[in-house]
T-cell receptor, first 113, second 116 residues
Framework: AQSVTQLGSHVSVSEGALVLLRCNYS??????LFWYVQYPNQGLQLLLK??????LVKGINGFEAEFKKSETSFHLTKPSAHMSDAAEYFC???????????FGQGTRLTINP | EAGVTQFPSHSVIEKGQTVTLRCDPISGHDNLYWYRRVMGKEIKFLLH????????ESGMPNNRFLAERTGGTYSTLKVQPAELEDSGVYFCASSEGLAGVGDTQYFGPGTRLTVL
């Protein structure tokens, strides 16, 4: 069975500071990994995904994530936070192809001016 | 190109009533998924259609939930009768269905269901 753990339901950073949102997964097969973002009153939007190509994945809005098999992690980072990054972020895993997503609990990111 | 749309955006009903949620996927997407997020919990998978067929309904909580996908286009999710624990946000997603790669699922804005 697959599972995803996001460490920290709430993360707060200052504008301009590094954003680090943690995600660890467990999967019995090589996983496909995703980060989605939900802005207030909107649906989930794909930030980036890992599909067994490059381990460092670049996404939209300056976000990137690194797949580390030895640590079973897929942490999301952004060098410099903007106020517009305030949202809820979800890490998810699937077994690939047209398969269901298994989500973590979500991390709400707050940006302090 | 239009994204995934869901209707209604909000629904407030009383326990024991019936509610039907609708999802229109992105045109041409064979795969359609329903997910639910109960307050304070993670987003959980309910079921997956490939065209008009149910591919995986392992996440459906009980037989009060009925999902259909007419002609492989839009889908409806009916809850009958609704219970308090059915409250939450119901998301619909669709994908093209590319085998062998991490198929991107595109999500709608969700329907917030409140059962009183």
């Amino acid at each position: 069975a697959q599972s995803v753990t996001q460490l920290g339901s709430h993360v707060s950073v200052s504008e301009g500071a590094l954003v680090l949102l943690r995600c660890n997964y467990s999967s019995s097969v090589p996983p496909y990994l995703f980060w989605y973002v939900q802005y207030p009153n909107q649906g989930l939007q794909l930030l980036l995904k890992y599909t067994s190509a490059a381990t460092l994945v670049k996404g939209i809005n300056g976000f990137e994530a690194e797949f580390k098999k030895s640590e079973t992690s897929f942490h999301l980072t952004k060098p410099s936070a903007h106020m517009s990054d305030a949202a809820e972020y979800f890490c998810a895993v699937s077994r690939g192809g047209a398969q269901k997503l298994v989500f973590g609990q979500g991390t709400r990111l707050t940006i302090n001016p | 190109e239009a994204g995934v749309t869901q209707f209604p955006s909000h629904s407030v009903i009383e326990k024991g009533q019936t509610v039907t949620l609708r999802c229109d996927p992105i045109s041409g997407h064979d795969n359609l998924y329903w997910y639910r997020r109960v307050m304070g919990k993670e987003i959980k998978f309910l079921l997956h259609f490939v065209k008009e067929s149910k591919q995986d309904e392992s996440g459906m909580p009980n037989n009060r939930f009925l999902a259909e996908r007419t002609g492989g286009t839009y889908s409806t999710l009916k809850v009958q009768p609704a219970e308090l624990e059915d409250s939450g946000v119901y998301f619909c997603a669709s994908s093209e269905g590319l085998a062998g790669v991490g198929d991107t699922q595109y999500f709608g804005p969700g329907t917030r269901l409140t059962v009183l």
